[in-house]
Each structure stands twice: as C-alpha cells, then as structure tokens.
C-alpha cells in the first residue's frame, strides 16, 4: 500500500513547510572501497547534533553507484537506524529515487518500507524523452510515496525541463517538495512559476538545491502574476551536497535567511555571505574541471575534520580535480567563520564511539 503525505505525523509535515536544513549525505567508504559502517553511522550522528532537520540518502551526494553494488539498502538502513536511535527530533527522511519506472518504484517500496517519508525522484535516464512521458513516471512514482521533485543541473546528468513540465509536476497530488537544482537563475525560475500555475504553492515547500547560490534563493521573495494578483513565494530550505559539509554553520546560516524573509529585512552582511559561501562552494564542488570532483571535495573536508579516514568513492577513477586541494585550503583560510571545525573537534570522538 503506498504512503501519501497525509499519511504523515504532523510534525514531520510541519517541519518540512517551515524549512529545515537538510543535508545531501556522502557515501562512506574505507581504504578497500567496501562501506564502512561505523563512520557513516557518525557522519549522521554530526548531522543530527548539528541541527539537521532532515537527511537525504541514496541522492547524488551518495553516488548513485550503490545500486550497482547493492549498497541501497543498506545504506538507507543505517540512515533510518541512526535516526531512530540518535534522538527524539523530528527529522525528515529522504530517499532518493532513480532510473526507469520498474526500478523507482521497487526503490520507493524499499524507502517507504524503512520509514523514509519521501522520495526525491532523479529524472536523468528520462533525457530524451517527452515531458508526457516524464510526467506519467513521477505520477506512478507518486502512488507508492510522496515526491520530492528535483531540478538537477545539466551539467551532472539533469534534464532541462519547462515551466509547463513543473506546473504538471506540482498537479500531481502527493508531491510535498521540489529541490531546485539547475544551476541557473532563468530554470529556478520555471520552478517556482509552474507551482503557481499549479496553484500548489501552500502544498510544495520550496528547497534550494542551487549551491551556487544559497543564500541568495533563501531571502529573495519570487513574485509572478496569477488571475490578475500578485503570488509571492519563498525558497523556504535547502536539500544540499553543500551542506553535506560544515552542518553546524549551514544551520545558522538558514536561522539568518529564515528571521530576515520574515521582517522581509535583509542585512548587507548576510548579502555579503552569499558570495562567500558560492565561492566556497567553487572549491568545494571543483567547478574549475568541470565539477568533476564534487563529490570528493566533500569528502575531503570531512577527512580533514576526522569523519572520513579518506576521500575514496566507489568510482576509483573520481577523485579531487587538477588544483583542488590548494582550492579548499584557501577558502579555509579565507572563511574561517563559515566551517565548524570546532564543533566537530569537540563531539568526534563520540560520534565515533561504537
């Protein structure tokens, strides 16, 4: 029997519509390339404590490898599990989706079944094909469990969709979210424009996953015209391989945009973070080849913080780009205050502790 978001405790709803910090989760691996439980089990631990209000596995932060490996599973097993036994909180639990519909929907039994409460539903093996098409997946996809669309950038697999597709997309009645991802100012705004020619904006809460631009998405207010009048939306968290990293400081971050949408007062210095933190995520997510260690930058600073023994991914041809660890150093030493190194020196080893 599917999940539907009514189906949902209410402060799991209430937590997603008022807009949490949720972050992308890396795939842990040891020097064999073989999963390494124990320090997955405390990078969610971190993410926890760090005041996460909700966890994404099995997404492209993950690598979407470890359906090729038989990790899907488990992986998801141990987010749940830590989740559960870690704290009382209310977090939202999400569960990425891919592939054809045969294989979304097998994965979105599997995440329904080990009490994840959405799904955020990859599209990239759909490039090509029609937007009807598409759309009669994620409708499919929608009666096994509530959806989280997700406008991945092309660069890394996404396809380009238009405003007609979202509009589509938000009609469907059990999607609760879209993540925002395309990289790019003119397709974030198809997004929002579609879930208000869906009339859909008090049911889909709004996550930027535009680590290009975090900040700015969060206190920006998108304004389109509807029969007539004014609709006003507002990006209300963020679903983010960025946030995979310094947790801690992402959180205050989202308090920061959160109180000024709110008195619709936005600080130069909060307008100055948002450079800042897109030119960490630069280093971060090795734009300068290509985003071709994006995923490994991450990994990188969690080594560093003693979360990670290494940086390996199952691909062992990915890896840090020409020039990125001298990239990460210096946003180290440009913006010490945006990490939380600290934070994590101080609970590591009990985050660890088996």
């Known amino acids: 029997m599917g999940l539907h978001w009514t189906d ?56 979407f490898k470890i359906r090729d490996v038989g990790l899907y599973e488990p992986v998801l097993t141990q987010g749940a599990n830590t989740i559960e036994d870690w704290t009382d909180r209310p977090m939202v639990r999400i569960a990425g ?43 499919t996809v929608a009666k096994e469990i509530p959806l989280m669309g997700f406008y991945l950038q092309p660069s890394v697999g996404g396809v380009v969709l238009t405003p007609s597709f979202w509009q589509y997309f938000a009609e469907i009645e059990n999607v609760v979210a879209i993540k925002i991802a395309p990289f790019n100012r003119y397709r974030t705004l198809d997004v929002i424009r579609g879930v208000i020619r869906a009339r859909a904006e008090g049911r889909i809460a709004l996550y930027t996953g535009n680590d290009d631009h975090i900040v700015g998405d969060l206190v920006i207010p998108f304004t389109f015209m509807r029969d007539g009048e004014p609709v006003e939306v507002r990006i209300v968290g963020g679903m983010l391989g960025h946030w995979s990293v310094w947790v801690r400081s992402a959180v205050e971050l989202l308090d920061r945009c959160r109180s000024a949408a709110q008195t619709n007062v936005v600080p130069a210095d909060l307008l100055a973070l948002d450079s800042q933190v897109t030119d960490c995520n630069s280093a971060l997510f090795d734009v300068a080849n290509n985003f071709g260690g994006c995923i490994a930058g991450c990994h990188e600073v969690l080594r560093r913080q003693g979360l990670l023994e290494g940086i390996w991914c199952l691909d062992p041809t990915e890896s840090l780009g020409p020039g990125q660890a001298r990239e990460i150093d210096r946003i180290y030493a440009a913006y010490p205050h945006l990490n939380d190194d600290d934070f994590v020196a101080e609970n590591r080893a009990r985050w660890l502790d088996a």
Request: glycine content about 10%.
């Open 8 to 63: 949902w405790p209410d402060e799991i709803l209430g937590t997603l519509r008022r807009g949490v910090a949720i972050p992308a989760s890396p795939l842990v691996l040891d020097a064999k390339r073989q999963f390494d439980a124990r320090r997955q089990r405390a990078l969610m631990r971190y993410y926890v404590d760090a005041g996460a209000g909700g966890i994404a596995v099995g997404v492209h932060t993950t690598q």
């Open 97 to 139: 989706l891919v592939g054809q519909t045969k294989q979304a929907l097998r994965e979105a039994a599997t995440a329904r079944d080990l009490g994840y409460h959405a799904g955020l539903l990859s599209l990239s093996v759909w490039r090509g094909s029609s937007e009807d098409d598409i759309i009669a997946h994620c409708r």
